[in-house]
């Protein structure tokens, strides 16, 4: 009997440490239960999903975004006739704009009237773009460079010719104003240097932009070349869309970079895929490839095979 007792004080503590803890800890506890579940009965109930943070630079609404989630999840449950995911205020799967070096990259090409592709044919013309700018900025940093050497010659001469003049308790007025001509002059030519200068920056800017893209295709469509070197400071390693995390402290769908609002779409129903708990697929028209270099908004017969299989429908 005192046996009995004891294994049942045991186990009633147990069950009330077991509380307590998801009690203390529920928004973890509540989110290890919600991936459990979505692990093994998976489509059985909708993934919730909430609007982190939104970087302004993409000009984008909370509402305008909320409407490319809605559009990219109907791709998948569209097929199925079964709702995959649901928005929440506190859903526990983060989505967040993220601005940095690729959107960046993305916007100065565009300036150029270079829409972005992940094809090979992209590639081809962005290098022929690239070898042309290169030309341009080689060309430009030796006319600087010509510039600065003439300034520092002129300026050694000027300011000789002032310590001679100032030794000899001030220069003639025909002289002095020569004098102060010269110093325009080369007030003049630093200004050009400065002007100079600022334009070859925005030109690396642009070499920079491209060879990020460069980099980022040759990873992609597993080229066998050498990667580019941005000149000056690197912008990143990788330039990936969309990133899908699942870890200790939860699950988030970061999207860097897209073209218009279709690859945004395709982007958004790409990671939400991995949320599902979809791994990539070797068709490149599918959603599920690794690249998003699609046109197409809706799901491939191997898309649609990947869905059924994980859902359980024949």
């Known amino acids: 009997m005192k046996s009995f007792w004891v294994k049942f004080f045991i186990s009633i503590t147990a069950i ?17 239960v919600q991936d459990l579940l979505n692990r093994f009965q998976p489509c059985q109930r909708p993934i919730m999903y909430s609007i982190a943070s939104i970087d302004p630079r993409f000009g984008l609404t909370k509402e305008e975004l909320l409407g490319d989630i809605m559009q990219a999840e109907k791709i998948w449950e569209s ?22 070096y690729r959107q960046k990259a ?4 565009q300036k150029l009237g270079i829409v972005i592709h992940d094809d090979k044919a992209t590639y081809e013309a962005l290098q022929a773009r690239y070898d042309s700018f290169v030309a341009s900025y080689d060309k ?5 460079a010509d510039l600065i050497e003439s300034y520092e010659k002129t300026k050694s001469l000027y ?28 007030d003049n030519q630093i200004a050009l240097i400065n002007q100079s200068q600022g334009s070859l920056n925005e030109l690396a800017g642009i070499i920079n932009s491209i060879v990020t893209v460069l980099n980022k295709l040759i990873t992609g469509l597993n080229l066998q070349v050498n990667t580019y070197n941005t000149i000056g400071a690197s ?30 779409v395709r982007v958004l129903a790409h990671e939400l895929g991995h949320a599902l708990g979809l791994e990539h697929l070797d068709n490149p ?28 429908i024949e």
């Open 106 to 109: 993305t916007e100065e090409l």
């Open 235 to 264: 912008t990143g390693k990788e330039f990936s869309e969309g990133e899908y995390i699942s870890d200790a402290n939860g699950t988030t769908i970061n999207i860097f970079q897209f073209n218009d609002k279709d690859s945004l």
């Open 140 to 144: 430009k940093k030796a006319y600087i």
């Open 285 to 312: 028209e599918a959603i599920m490839y690794r690249l998003n270099e699609g046109t197409n908004e809706n799901l491939t017969l191997d898309d649609i095979a990947v869905l059924k299989n994980l859902c359980g």
């Open 79 to 100: 097929q199925i006739n079964k709702q995959l995911f649901e928005y929440s205020p506190t859903g526990d799967l983060k989505i967040n704009l993220i601005y940095d």
């Open 16 to 32: 009330l440490l077991l509380f307590g803890f998801g009690y203390f800890n529920r928004d973890s506890f509540s989110r290890t």
């Open 159 to 186: 300011e000789k010719d002032v310590k001679y003049w100032n030794s000899r308790g001030g220069a003639p007025k025909k002289e002095y104003d020569a004098l102060e001509q010269r110093r325009i002059d080369l």
